[in-house]
């Protein structure tokens, strides 16, 4: 008899358990929730008592999903201006709506991107305080979608804040150009022109409403010159002319207001643009001197206070070589003009500063001006620039071992890393002369540490190894496999620097001739796409090519 009881027991201890596992169960609520006026409200917090997991929003059509405890007894409905709780104790439905749809309520339905009646230009705090319910609800549901990254839902809702509230705040202009960027990024490109446009429209109404118009113009030109340039390497000088016309007044602009203020990115797309605009005869070119003299300007003066700031290093290298690259400053259009203001001032350290710097940029190291110049400001300042003059004028004179000492002098006291650089590949050019090939890939190494993004010293190594290749190796193919060696150089050149793509091509075409034959590396057993240690001086390790 003990025993049929026990087993009673535990069967009926098992039913319980299997019943409290079932009823243990999570649920899944789904449904709409709407407002007072019919329409599906979305960015409603939605949370239930005995909740799993985390409150859930409701979506631009005022759908939400909870996963709710089997015992939940109510389940609460957050909007902008109150809280209801819908109490759901013994409802086991799936489905819980909340509100009226706007056909029970006897409106229509209106779209949320609609907005209707005048423009308010009242301020965020002063929309609130006076509890204007459209701006309240629509600042809301923006707030809630842009807080997830929910891009999509959340344009409705801001375009509400944008074209009725307008001076509401600064944010809306903030939010909306980084929510249209991010649109434009991922739409087909039937898309995109509208998207920019729309773009440039939100930097025009900010300043309309926030000022700040150098600011505000610099950004626009940089955003527009950034998506209509994106594949410019296939474009005409000529497309590119009505691209750079159309960012040019607004980068200039903005330059001119901002002033020691210009962003980084600001002066050296003006600089980009002028150059570019005098390859095409729309500017002469004092206008490209006017320009490089206002924004290195400007530069140095950002760097003189912060010297690491990375952003004024990388425009001040980029200006530099937008300028030397224009074409619009010459020698013969230097001297002359440069010659008669050492006359005028030949013992101000600023005009001696600028003429050497400037006839540096432009290599007129050969004439007495630059002579007289560098002399002069050594003598009175012997900085690292001023060493790299003296070094120049010295390999003029055929004095090659002193213009070495001066180089060195000026890459040690140098502080700008760009510069630097500079200095270390124009001595190793100056080594490659020697044929001192070690002491050549030494400095080249040395200006890729401080400008990873060049590629000429890549390509300086490359034709090091390519002239190297006789003395290495103890076989004909060994000797060969150098010039693979010399093609990665190439390779890395082109990689980092599209700029010297095209010279990179050319080496790679001239030295791949030299490659091992099929034939001959059957007998050395060696393998295209293996690798082959080359040694001597160089002692690399290289891929293996045929030809």
């Known amino acids: 008899m003990k025993s049929k009881y026990k087993l009673f027991l535990v069967v009926i201890l098992i039913f319980i358990i299997g019943v409290a596992g079932v009823m243990a169960q999570p649920r899944i609520i789904k449904g709409t929730v709407y407002n007072v006026d019919g329409k ?25 999903e909870l996963k709710i405890d089997a015992k939940s007894k109510y389940i609460k409905f957050v909007f902008p201006d109150r809280e209801e709780k819908v109490d759901i104790a013994g409802n086991t439905s799936d489905v819980i709506d909340f509100g009226k749809k706007a056909s029970e309520v006897g409106t229509a339905v209106v779209a949320v991107t ?12 002063q929309l609130v305080q006076a509890g204007v319910k459209e701006y309240i609800e629509a600042a809301s549901i923006f ?22 509230f307008p001076k509401s705040s600064e944010n809306v202009y903030i939010q909306g150009i980084k929510i249209h960027e991010d649109l434009l990024a991922k739409a087909p490109e039937a898309e995109k022109e509208a998207l920019l446009t729309k773009i440039m429209e939100i930097y025009d109404k900010r300043i309309e409403h926030f000022g700040n118009e150098g600011y505000n113009l610099g950004r626009k030109a940089t ?23 159309n960012g040019f007044k607004w980068l200039e602009t903005s330059v001119e207001k901002q002033g020691k203020e210009s962003e980084a990115a600001v002066l050296l797309l003006l600089n980009r643009a002028t150059a570019l605009l005098f390859k095409t005869g729309d500017f002469k070119a004092d206008k490209v001197m006017a320009v490089y003299d206002k924004t290195i300007a400007i530069v140095e003066e950002n760097l003189a206070a912060k010297p690491d700031d990375d952003n004024y290093q990388k425009a001040k290298a980029g200006i530099n070589r937008a300028f030397v690259e224009s074409g619009a400053v010459t020698c013969e259009i230097l001297i002359p ?9 030949p013992d101000d350290l600023a005009t001696l500063k600028k003429i050497n710097y400037m006839l540096n940029r432009e290599d007129c190291s050969d004439n007495k001006l630059y002579a007289d110049v560098a002399e002069k400001l050594y003598k009175m300042e012997p900085t690292s620039q001023s060493a790299f003059s003296m070094a120049r004028l010295f390999l003029k004179r055929s004095n090659t071992a002193k213009a ?32 001192d090939y070690p002491r050549v890939r030494n400095y080249a190494r040395q200006a890729i540490s401080l400008n990873p993004e060049w590629g000429k010293p890549y390509i300086l190594i490359g034709k090091v190894y390519a002239a190297s290749s006789k003395s290495i190796g103890e076989s004909d193919i060994q000797q060969r496999l150098v010039f693979c060696l010399a093609v990665d150089q190439f390779l890395k050149a082109k990689a980092v620097d599209p700029d010297v793509a095209a010279e990179a091509n050319k080496e790679i075409a001239t030295y791949s001739q030299y490659f091992p034959n099929k034939e001959d590396a059957f007998f050395e057993n060696l393998k295209a796409g293996s690798t082959f240690k080359v040694g001597g001086w160089i002692n690399e390790t290289t891929t293996v090519r045929l030809r």
């Not at 003009?337 to 001032?345: I, P, R, S, T, W």
């Not at 000492?405 to 020697?434: F, G, H, M, P």
């Open 337 to 345: 003009l440069y010659q008669a203001e050492f006359e005028k001032k």
């Open 143 to 164: 707030d809630q979608f842009y807080k997830q990254d929910d891009y999509k839902s959340a344009l409705a809702p801001w375009t509400i804040e944008y074209t009725k």
């Open 404 to 435: 070495i000492e001066y180089y060195e002098e000026a890459i040690n006291s140098e502080k700008d890393k760009y510069e630097k650089a500079n200095y270390c590949y124009e001595l190793a050019l100056v080594i490659y002369t020697q044929k």
């Open 223 to 245: 955003i527009y010159l950034k998506y209509k340039l994106a594949n410019a390497e296939q474009m005409t000088d000529d497309q590119k002319k009505v691209i750079y016309n």
């Open 40 to 64: 599906p409200a979305s960015g409603v917090n939605v949370s239930a008592h005995r909740m799993k997991g985390d409150p859930y929003f409701t979506s631009f059509d005022g759908k939400y």
């Open 114 to 125: 609609a907005p209707s009646g005048n423009v308010d230009l009242r301020t965020r705090a």
